[in-house]
């Protein structure tokens, strides 16, 4: 029965249906058990975490040890741009424990938090700040999380500079945290990679294009399109891509590509208003998908077909591709997404969704 709670426990981790050991724990054992249990006669916190090992190995393969490679390097970049402030990565970007969806943990050391996003805001990077309340034996205290988007999550947990000696406690082993200042990492990585030239693979990290930036650098103009109240009563272009976008979600959850192009269809009309397909396109060349892109490419025609004025041969040359369905679905969305006064996600959290659903499904 333990060994069954143990991995139900995991699983409840591993698909990111829970995320704290406790809860995941007691959800587990009162489903295995059908009944209450007792804290004290749960497994600990490193059998869950030896189990979510497993399902790691198992669903993740190669893939894991790849993306390894690529979280330590992009955590060495952040280390060495945070350096001033005495940082220290944790965590199972530093242990090797990662598994899909697993962030880079680095602690930073500082009196002032505009201090460290003042990095952040020169490299133009996206992150938000959250500031949360934890009761720990009568007493409140606030953390401040630095939430960093990027290829891979970054989470900055910023402590007062003088905390940067301190021991702090391992959840999950009750031991003192594991944890590597830049120099200790770089060592590390020299280690476990005999031969690597850090400088260099740095340097490849630094030229790749992400191409997430590069979708938030072309939807956030769209805020400032005014669009024809006779067509588009819901307001401005951005907030009608993100109502299609969420429609598109719902309609396909699995689907990375249909709902990019929901998100991305009309970022050409910040670009040029009189052919925004053509001008979105070029500017999402090299980094969408050819499905992606036909979608976009042929969403004006869609609308052709719903008010009939689409020519024949036109209307099968669109049928005869296998994305045809799509194409209609997309522009059911398209046609549905411009109610006024509806909750719509903002940007970030839009692509930090297509972004967790890429690394679910690669």
Not at 42 to 70: H, K, M, V, Y
Not at 135 to 153: A, L, N, S
Not at 246 to 262: G, R, S
Not at 304 to 320: F, K, Q, V
Request: with cysteine; aromatic share 8%.
């Amino acid at each position: 029965m333990r060994r069954q709670i143990i991995f139900e426990a995991a699983r409840l981790m591993y698909s990111r249906q829970e995320t704290e050991y406790y809860r995941a724990k007691m959800k587990a054992a009162r489903k295995v058990c059908q009944g209450w249990v007792k804290p004290a006669d749960l497994p600990s916190n490193r059998e869950i975490r030896d189990e979510i090992q497993r399902f790691a190995c198992t669903f993740e393969g190669e893939s894991r040890t790849e993306n390894l490679l690529a979280m330590r390097l992009q955590a060495l970049r952040y280390l060495r741009l945070f350096k001033s402030f005495h940082p220290k990565i944790i965590g199972s970007t530093l242990t090797g424990h990662i598994r899909q969806g697993s962030d880079i943990d680095i602690h930073v050391f500082s009196h002032s938090c505009e201090a460290v996003t003042a990095q952040l805001d020169e490299e133009g990077t996206p992150y938000h700040v959250e500031h949360k309340t934890v009761k720990k034996h009568g007493e409140e205290r606030v953390f401040t999380h630095i939430h960093v988007q990027d290829t891979y999550p970054v989470e900055l947990t910023l402590y007062p500079t003088e905390k940067s000696s301190y021991g702090f406690k391992c959840s999950i082993t009750g031991k003192r945290i594991e944890r590597a200042t830049l120099p200790e990492f770089e060592q590390l990585l020299e280690r476990d990679y005999p031969g690597i030239d850090l400088d260099q693979r740095l340097a490849e990290v630094e030229q790749s294009v992400d191409r997430f930036q590069i979708y938030r650098m072309l939807l956030l103009p769209l805020a400032g399109v005014k669009q024809s109240k006779k067509y588009h009563p819901e307001g401005d272009a951005l907030y009608h891509s993100l109502q299609v976008y969420d429609m598109a979600c719902d309609e396909l959850p699995y689907d990375e590509e249909f709902q990019l192009a929901a998100l991305l269809h009309d970022v050409g009309k910040a670009i040029d208003s009189q052919n925004h397909v053509e001008a979105g396109l070029q500017a999402l060349e090299g980094f969408i998908t050819d499905r992606t892109a036909w979608l976009i490419e042929h969403h004006m025609e869609a609308h052709a077909i719903r008010s009939g004025t689409i020519g024949a041969r036109a209307r099968r040359r669109l049928m005869a591709n296998e994305n045809y369905e799509d194409l209609l679905l997309l522009e059911e969305c398209d046609y549905n997404g411009r109610e006024q006064g509806v909750e719509v996600p903002d940007v970030d959290d839009a692509l930090e969704s297509i972004r967790e659903l890429s690394r679910m499904c690669s």
